[in-house]
């Protein structure tokens, strides 16, 4: 199933966001405070992941999407990558299991071709593994870029329609390496930053932002309800007039 998009249908709002995408930072220098190596935040932040995973299901969220590694993130010094990629590994080996037995599915999107055989490997036996299960979907995010996600979408559209001279969103929109799930309704990032990073470019058009000074290792179940309350005092119009919003309500009783 390919989903519309904010900006050819309007989606139905609830007050538990339906997808909930975050960019986890902080990790670093919620070590560096400590005087802990940065690799010590990253490891502390693999426990912040169970904590929201558990927390989401509690509230009935359906969609989670977590940005683990950038495109970007190849920048950084080579023993913080090898550590990065060394907990990837053993969060696949150790968590899997655990996601199956609750029903999780788990997606891994992004350019997963720089990736060593072994850990391409345990991707595509998790995913696999828990295709069938419909709690919650987890996506990891990862060697990801919006404009990465947009330029392999175009590319594929194009091939699928060979000689064609213009296309539509309909056209693009089951290429797009997140087709199987609904557009994020809340966009979290921890750590003090206000940016969206090159994450999720196309998806994040109408999604309500949220940034906390919170790091990520630190973000517990109390730090999700702040930040689903904030989401339920926005007015999500896509478009529309407060006074649009207005009527809808009164029209089907609410």
């Known amino acids: 199933m390919t989903y ?3 900006t050819q249908a ?45 927390a989401c299901i509690e ?10 590694f950038s495109s970007e993130n190849w920048r950084r010094p080579p023993e913080e990558v090898s550590v990065l990629m ?12 655990k996601m199956h037995a609750n029903d999780i599915r788990l997606k891994v999107i992004g350019d997963l071709s720089r990736f060593d055989v072994h850990l391409q490997r345990l991707i595509a036996n998790a995913e696999r593994r828990t295709a069938g299960n419909s709690r919650l979907t987890v996506t990891v995010c ?5 404009r ?24 693009l929109a089951p290429h797009l390496a997140m087709a199987y799930a609904p557009e994020p309704d809340l966009f979290i990032r921890t750590g003090g930053e206000e940016r969206i990073s090159n994450f999720l470019l196309w998806q994040l058009a109408y999604t309500e932002l949220y940034f906390t000074d919170t790091f990520w290792p630190d973000f517990d179940r109390q730090a999700l309800d702040r930040a689903i309350a904030s989401y339920c005092e926005r007015e ?14 009164k029209a089907s009783g609410c």
Not at 59 to 68: C, D, I, M, N
């Open 59 to 68: 509230r009935g969220v359906e969609y989670l999407t977590l940005f683990a």
């Open 148 to 171: 990465w996600d947009i330029m392999q979408a175009v590319g594929k559209m194009v091939a699928s329609c060979p000689g064609a001279s213009s296309f539509t969103e309909e056209q």
């Open 4 to 6: 519309l998009s904010s």
């Open 142 to 146: 990862a060697n990801y870029g919006g």
């Open 86 to 97: 060394r907990l990837f590994v053993t969060a696949l080996e150790r968590e899997v299991a």
């Open 236 to 249: 999500r119009r896509f478009g529309r007039t407060s006074e649009q919003l207005t009527e809808q309500k």
């Open 10 to 54: 309007i989606p139905n709002v609830s007050s538990v966001p339906r997808h909930i995408a975050i960019i986890m930072d902080g990790n670093g220098r919620w070590a560096t405070k400590r005087f802990l190596p940065r690799v010590a935040g990253h490891a502390k932040g693999v426990e912040a992941v169970r904590t929201t995973i558990e």
